[in-house]
């Protein structure tokens, strides 16, 4: 019996594991594709926001900045990305077994390179867990995406999925370091 409860615990310990890299992978992939698509707007398109109030002068107090990162457009955005996750699988690479997230098709409409190099992993969900995980990491974090991506902040993925989500474990590589060369000896 004490056999049974360890396979049992080993199973739910794997599956648990898993399931924490596979939110990783899911959340790098969903600041991906928000980035992609806010690439894709006209950047000299702008959208007035500010109150409806009036100052002291009867005047509004209205700015006008780009459309791409407005909190406007990156609501729509957040409300949409999801639905991007039924064009990704799961899979494991060949020669190291690590669990990745591939997309099929890439952004040219080809397909993905990188497939080759995988075995898919078939489940009985068609994959449906993907769009699951990232409609909870969208829904959790969603002040965070909105902040991050309305000031272009840098290293996106690394801030919101590590730092501040907590879903991957990798840190921010340090950016003061600077390679010096040493004579051979």
Do not use: W
């Amino acid at each position: 019996m004490n056999v049974l409860y360890f396979l049992l615990f080993v199973f739910v310990s794997v599956s648990a594991d898993q399931s924490k890299q596979l939110r990783c992978l899911v959340c790098r992939h969903v600041v991906d594709e928000i980035d992609n698509i806010i690439q894709k707007v006209d950047p000299k398109k702008k959208v007035s926001v500010g109150g409806y109030r009036l100052d002291s002068n009867g005047n509004q107090k209205q700015k006008s900045v780009p459309f791409a990162r407005s909190e406007m457009h990156l609501t729509e955005v957040m409300e949409t990305v999801c639905d991007k996750m039924d064009d990704y699988v799961r899979g494991t690479y060949k020669t190291s077994g690590e669990l990745t997230v591939l997309r099929l098709i890439t952004e040219d409409g080809k397909m993905n390179p990188l497939l080759s190099e995988v075995d898919l992993i078939q489940d009985s969900d068609l994959n449906k867990s993907l769009k699951f995980y990232c409609e909870g990491i969208v829904e959790e974090f969603e002040d965070n995406i909105l902040r991050l991506f309305g000031k272009d902040a840098k290293n996106i993925d690394i801030k919101l999925c590590t730092d501040e989500a907590a879903l991957c474990s990798q840190t921010e590589p340090d950016d003061d370091y600077t390679f010096e060369e040493k004579e051979e000896l």
